[in-house]
C-alpha cells in the first residue's frame, strides 16, 4: 500500500508563494510518478504537474506553467509543488496522488492524498 499526505495549503495573497508537500509511505516511492491535482469550487478535478520516478521528466498545466515547479526528494519520499505568482484562480483544493504510469490522466492514478487546501485572495 502507498500512502500520500498533502501539507502546505495556507491563505495567501495574489502574487505571493506557498510550497506543497506531498509525504509518501508504505511502498517503493522511487517506483512511483508522482501529480499534483486541483478542484476549485464548482469546477472539475485538473491536472496541474506531474513528475517521474526519476524526476526526469516534468508536464505542467497551460495554467500554471512557469508559475509552478515540480519536484522530488526520493531519499525524503516527498514530492513537492512550488507555487510562484499565485492568482485567485490558484484558490482549489490540491491533491498529491502516485502511479507507476506516466500520465496526467487522474484515472490513471492508484493512490491519493486527501487534499490541502490552497486559498488565493485578491
Known amino acids: 500500500q502507498v500512502q500520500l499526505v498533502e501539507s502546505g495549503g495556507a491563505l495567501v495573497q495574489a502574487g505571493g508563494s506557498l510550497r506543497l508537500s506531498c509525504a509518501v509511505s508504505?511502498?517503493?516511492?522511487?517506483?512511483?510518478?508522482v501529480g499534483w491535482f486541483r478542484q476549485a469550487p464548482g469546477k472539475q478535478r485538473e491536472s496541474v504537474a506531474a513528475?517521474?520516478?526519476?524526476?526526469?521528466?516534468?508536464f505542467y498545466a497551460d495554467s500554471v506553467k512557469g508559475r509552478f515547479t515540480i519536484s522530488r526528494d526520493n531519499a525524503k519520499k516527498t514530492a513537492y509543488l512550488q507555487m510562484n505568482s499565485l492568482l485567485p484562480d490558484d484558490t482549489a483544493v490540491y491533491f498529491c496522488a502516485a502511479t507507476t504510469k506516466w500520465s496526467m490522466n487522474s484515472q490513471a492514478y492508484d493512490y491519493w492524498g486527501q487534499g490541502t487546501q490552497v486559498t488565493v485572495s485578491s
Open positions: 508504505g511502498r517503493t516511492f522511487l517506483n512511483y510518478a
Open positions: 513528475i517521474n520516478w526519476s524526476g526526469g521528466l516534468t
